[in-house]
T-cell receptor, first 112, second 114 residues
Framework: KAGVTQTPRYLIKTRGQQVTLSCSPISGHRSVSWYQQTPGQGLQFLFEYFSETQRNKGNFPGRFSGRQFSNSRSEMNVSTLELGDSALYLC???????????FGSGTQLSVL | DQQVKQNSPSLSVQEGRISILNCDYTNSMFDYFLWYKKYPAEGPTFLISISSIKDKNEDGRFTVFLNKSAKHLSLHIVPSQPGDSAVYFCAARVNAGNNRKLIWGLGTSLAVNP
């Protein structure tokens, strides 16, 4: 069974640009969550989707948005990138909302 | 207001000895607790979990203890191995009606010295 797949693995952008990250969950998993990790800041929760509906949302500005498609695949978008958005962005999937999460390897985003 | 606290940012242990990682929580509505291990530049991997109706769960070298009265969770690794060197996160699930989400601690960096 394939794990959670995140693309791209690495990304370099400049300030002001926007970026879209992609996540394919484990087959049969209907919930997808997104997290941001920066050094010393632990795992900061962004949002969680289940059956194309956002179920939970963290404390991030509106520049961070996401969506989930009918096949459970999810995308996360960050608009007007800032230097502080440089981080490892992690996607995780689970069968139900807030169940045991299976994480992908992450997308390392660098904003210059 | 941090509901899940891992008060030790780092821990150093000798190979073969026991590693004890701790987690304190404040919310009595937590019904499920999980431990994850994370290597640099990788996603966290699930280690072990425990339901709030239990006080101990064991899986190989890993044992999680839950003390509900003290609102305290601990992960024991015996014996510790150099490959256990990683950041460990505890997470707790709040489950109140339609509100169900995971709350994460900030992590403890474990170094197991050969």
């Amino acid at each position: 069974k394939a794990g959670v797949t995140q693309t791209p693995r690495y990304l370099i952008k400049t300030r002001g640009q926007q970026v879209t990250l992609s996540c394919s969950p484990i087959s049969g998993h209907r919930s997808v969550s997104w997290y941001q990790q920066t050094p010393g800041q632990g795992l900061q929760f962004l949002f969680e989707y289940f059956s194309e509906t956002q179920r939970n949302k963290g404390n991030f500005p509106g520049r961070f948005s996401g969506r989930q498609f009918s096949n459970s695949r999810s995308e996360m978008n960050v608009s007007t990138l800032e230097l502080g958005d440089s981080a490892l962005y992690l996607c995780a999937s689970s069968r139900q909302v807030s169940e045991k999460l299976f994480f992908g390897s992450g997308t390392q985003l660098s904003v210059l | 207001d941090q509901q899940v606290k891992q008060n030790s940012p780092s821990l150093s242990v000798q190979e073969g000895r026991i590693s004890i990682l701790n987690c304190d929580y404040t919310n009595s509505m937590f019904d499920y607790f999980l431990w994850y291990k994370k290597y640099p530049a990788e996603g966290p991997t699930f280690l072990i979990s425990i339901s709030s109706i239990k006080d101990k769960n064991e899986d190989g070298r890993f044992t999680v203890f839950l003390n509900k009265s003290a609102k305290h969770l601990s992960l024991h690794i015996v014996p510790s191995q150099p490959g256990d060197s990683a950041v460990y996160f505890c997470a707790a699930r709040v489950n109140a009606g339609n509100n169900r989400k995971l709350i994460w601690g900030l992590g403890t960096s474990l170094a197991v010295n050969p």
